[in-house]
């Protein structure tokens, strides 16, 4: 990107000062898309059990598409009972595995071969999932669960994931170790706006009764 961009600058003749002049645009309001858990049913219970592993991983442990494709045997850990998500940079981090994600992986992780993907292995022909494919699959899937189509996506199921959990916890750090976010800040900004800014009224403190010093004659 940095080398495109500095081709971009030489070809159009620009003045590399003049792009550290302009100032930076706001950043958009975050996405809200979740995903309500009757539609989830829905789709769930007609997926195959290929779709259903990719939901499951998406819904239970908050992972992103691109490390559903790829998850393999590596990512499981079933002797301290967690699955191993893959950052945007490539570090791994540790969900706990749900009851029924560990179930659907005991019995698919048997039948895969070293480096095979997990998706690929519930498929029929176990070929490499190419990527899109579960969200093409998804997106069928939801046209023939209702004729106009659902709007939510894998990674809204990510972020329904992240948004139940601070729900019930309040937890920010909880939730940042869900997604794997190496801030909490990008965690704040990625449960939106269930996630309110500090009041002062929360922050007022409780009535208390102080003692009074009793005055000597």
Same mark, same amino acid.
């Given at each position: ?9 030489? =070809? =159009? %003749? ?13 950043? %958009?309001?975050?996405? /809200? ?7 989830? +049913?829905?789709?769930?219970?007609? !997926?195959? =059990? ?11 442990? $908050? ?10 045997? @590596? ?6 009972? +967690?699955?191993?998500?893959?950052? &945007?940079? %490539? ?11 560990? +179930? ?22 176990? &070929?490499?999932?190419? !990527?899109?494919?579960?969200?093409? /699959?998804? &997106? ?10 659902? @709007? ?8 329904? !994931? ?29 449960? $939106?706006? =269930?996630?309110?800014?500090?009041? @002062? ?12 010093? +009793?005055?000597?004659?």
């Amino acid at each position: 990107m940095q080398w495109e961009l500095r081709c971009f600058i030489l =070809n =159009n %003749g620009i003045d590399p000062q003049t792009l550290l002049s302009l100032r930076r645009l706001p950043r %958009g309001t975050p996405r /809200e898309q979740l995903v309500p858990d009757e539609e989830f +049913e829905q789709v769930w219970d007609m !997926a195959s =059990n290929r779709l259903r592993l990719a939901l499951a991983l998406a819904r239970d442990a $908050g992972l992103r598409r691109s490390a559903i494709e790829s998850f393999t045997n @590596a990512n499981c850990d079933f002797d301290h009972g +967690e699955v191993f998500g893959v950052t &945007k940079n %490539g570090s791994r981090y540790r969900v706990p595995m749900t009851n029924r994600l560990r +179930e659907m992986l005991s019995m698919v992780a048997p039948f895969a071969a070293k480096g095979e993907s997990l998706i690929a292995t519930v498929g029929r022909d176990r &070929k490499a999932v190419k !990527a899109c494919t579960i969200l093409w /699959e998804l &997106k069928a899937l939801q046209k023939k669960v209702r004729p106009g189509g659902m @709007a939510w996506s894998m990674h809204d199921l990510r972020r329904t !994931a992240a948004r139940q959990l601070y729900d019930r916890t309040k937890d920010i750090r909880k939730v940042q170790r869900l997604l794997g976010h190496a801030s909490p800040v990008a965690t704040w900004w990625y449960i $939106g706006n =269930n996630g309110q800014p500090l009041t @002062a009224a929360e922050l007022e403190p409780e009535p208390a009764t102080f003692w009074q010093k +009793e005055e000597t004659a």
